[in-house]
């Protein structure tokens, strides 16, 4: 071992050698490295950054949240029968709130796009939630100042309301929201409070972009015959699994379904969503990686080349090497480490360089560089040099001494 740890050292210290002596050739073989490692990390740290970007999302869904609602979030059926299913009643919420064993809170939900102002500012295209008390406890979301209304501020309808962060930022973008009145398609509204931001992949299904008000003073000012999202959240989450068939059961008798007709209502929840992004992600994760790897595979070819050229240079040096006693195993870590010295050098270019740059890309799309990105591409690199470094370095490494030495 001890045997072989000096040998490496020694190849090492010929490779640099070797390197510094040809320095415009070592930058610009190196430079097909550099491009392919710049495109594989970037494209890694997309795919990541896109990948934490939902897993962040679908947390505002919550994994002990099912959602009772009349379409399904992901479905392969005819859409035409789909969209013919009843309506959903607000009244629901409290039957299901009254029948359920499993639920610890249940909220209705529904909503409309409508333009909120204050003053001078406005935004347009404000989604308006009309809901309960309960609703903080069925969502993922979280007060970042004030407080939501009350039961009995929810029950008298009270001009009341609760604010995403992008509602803020365009009405409020250097005041204090709270104690404020807005309009909301006209009509007054008292801020009491405001959500945490959330950002994310789901836009509108966020809280950023949403005004929350009592259901009844929904329901006064913006129409009852709405279309209602009924949020459970279920008690423990061991039991969500009989939480949701129980709630099927429920509804199927609220709905008035006799046994062998299908459900006419769907219950979504969080892991919906995941199941149907992982395949996804792992196809343009597979095809994107495949694409940049192509730069990389160039970038392989131009080093082996290289380090052809740079054995028939030094062939005479290989003869006297093996002349002197050097063995077959030397040479080839010799010409191994060069190669592996040349893409490690070009990895770590690589690596210098796409980590402002995916800082420029995180301005229009979500990325993110862990460790195990940086890991991965350096082992890459190493990988690369090996695997371009050998035919040329085995090459060196079967030369006959007393031929090398005629070599001219």
């Given at each position: 071992m001890l045997y072989f740890l000096t040998e490496l050292k020694e190849g090492l210290a010929i490779s640099f050698r070797a390197i510094r002596a040809n320095k415009?050739?070592?930058?610009?073989?190196?430079?097909?490295?550099i491009i392919g490692i710049v495109s594989v990390t970037l494209m890694a740290t997309a795919i990541e950054g896109v990948n934490r970007a939902f897993e962040k999302s679908a947390e505002a869904f919550g994994t002990d949240v099912l959602y009772i609602q009349k379409f399904p979030w992901v479905?392969?059926?005819?859409?035409?029968?789909?969209?013919?299913?009843?309506?959903?009643?607000?009244?629901?919420?409290?039957?299901?709130?009254?029948?359920?064993?499993?639920?610890?809170?249940?909220?209705?939900?529904?909503?409309?796009?409508?333009?909120?102002?204050?003053?001078?500012?406005?935004?347009?295209?404000?989604?308006?939630?009309?809901?309960?008390?309960?609703?903080?406890?069925?969502?993922?979301?979280?007060?970042?100042?004030?407080?939501?209304?009350?039961?009995?501020?929810?029950?008298?309808?009270?001009?009341?309301?609760?604010?995403?962060?992008?509602?803020?930022?365009?009405?409020?973008?250097?005041?204090?929201?709270?104690?404020?009145?807005?309009?909301?398609?006209?009509?007054?509204?008292?801020?009491?409070?405001?959500?945490?931001?959330?950002?994310?992949?789901?836009?509108?299904?966020?809280?950023?972009?949403?005004?929350?008000?009592?259901?009844?003073?929904?329901?006064?000012?913006?129409?009852?015959?709405?279309?209602?999202?009924?949020?459970?959240?279920?008690?423990?989450?061991?039991?969500?699994?009989?939480?949701?068939?129980e709630l099927e059961g429920i509804m199927r008798s609220l709905r008035g379904l006799t046994p062998g007709k299908a459900n006419d209502f769907n219950i979504n929840q969080q892991e919906i969503l995941t199941q149907t992004f992982a395949p996804i992600s792992l196809v343009i994760a597979s095809i994107g990686l495949f694409i940049t790897g192509l730069s990389l595979f160039v970038g392989g070819i131009g080093i082996m080349n290289i380090m052809f050229v740079s054995v028939t240079e030094r062939t005479r040096e290989i003869g006297i090497r093996k002349a002197i006693g050097a063995k077959r195993r030397t040479i080839l870590i010799q010409?191994?480490?060069?190669?592996?010295?040349?893409?490690?050098?070009?990895?770590?270019?690589?690596l210098a360089i796409a980590f402002p740059l995916s800082l420029i890309v995180d301005k229009f799309l979500p990325t993110a560089m862990p460790l195990s990105v940086v890991f991965i591409s350096i082992a890459i690199s190493l990988v690369v040099g090996l695997i371009s470094g050998f035919l040329p370095a085995y090459r060196a490494a079967k030369m006959d001494p007393v031929e090398a030495l005629r070599y001219e």
């Open positions: 415009m050739r070592s930058v610009l073989t190196t430079l097909g490295i479905s392969n059926d005819d859409w035409s029968t789909i969209r013919n299913r009843r309506m959903l009643e607000v009244s629901f919420a409290a039957r299901i709130e009254r029948q359920s064993m499993f639920s610890a809170a249940v909220a209705p939900v529904v909503g409309t796009a409508r333009r909120v102002t204050y003053i001078n500012n406005s935004m347009e295209g404000a989604f308006i939630s009309g809901t309960t008390s309960q609703y903080l406890a069925t969502a993922g979301v979280t007060l970042g100042d004030g407080r939501f209304f009350t039961a009995d501020e929810a029950a008298g309808g009270r001009p009341v309301c609760v604010v995403g962060a992008t509602v803020v930022e365009n009405l409020f973008p250097r005041g204090d929201p709270i104690g404020k009145t807005i309009r909301v398609a006209g009509y007054p509204y008292t801020i009491i409070g405001t959500m945490e931001k959330q950002g994310g992949l789901f836009g509108s299904f966020t809280a950023d972009t949403r005004v929350f008000v009592p259901l009844y003073s929904f329901q006064n000012q913006f129409g009852g015959r709405r279309d209602v999202t009924i949020q459970v959240k279920v008690a423990d989450l061991k039991q969500l699994d009989d939480a949701k068939l010409f191994l480490s060069e190669a592996a010295a040349l893409c490690l050098i070009g990895g770590i270019i690589g």
